[in-house]
């Protein structure tokens, strides 16, 4: 199984950015998926998570109402849309796919929100 992300990239402060992480390999359409992220320095934090039918998301406080985590299953893909978007958010940010038995995890993009 791999995970490729993509949509990062510079933005500036309040600015918007759509986070894309297509899964190839095998049909993760069971698997929740969710987004972590990670700034220089400091460990990797949980930013969203949606469960295998779309209907249950969860978020970091930091990010709520800011972003919106939403996938599709038929293309075995999750998406992060960012708005309002903070210097605070930079980071590279991971996808990731997993049930209880597995975890697959994406490569990582690179989102810097400029002030």
């Known amino acids: 199984v791999q995970l490729q992300a993509s949509g990062g990239g510079l933005v500036q402060a309040g600015g918007s950015l759509r986070l894309s992480c297509a899964a190839s390999?095998?049909?993760?359409?069971?698997?929740?998926m969710g987004w972590f992220r990670q700034a220089p320095g400091k460990e990797r934090d949980f930013v969203a998570a949606?469960?295998?039918?779309?209907?249950?998301?969860n978020y970091a406080d930091s990010v709520k109402g800011r972003f919106t985590i939403s996938r599709d299953n038929v293309k075995n893909t999750v998406y992060l849309q960012m708005n309002s978007l903070k210097p605070e958010d930079t980071a590279v940010y991971y996808c990731?796919?997993?049930?209880?038995?597995?975890?697959?995890w994406g490569q990582g993009t690179q989102v810097t929100v400029s002030s």
């Open positions: 390999g095998r049909t993760l359409s069971s698997y929740s």
């Open positions: 949606i469960n295998s039918s779309g209907g249950s998301t």
């Open positions: 990731t796919f997993y049930n209880y038995y597995s975890t697959y």
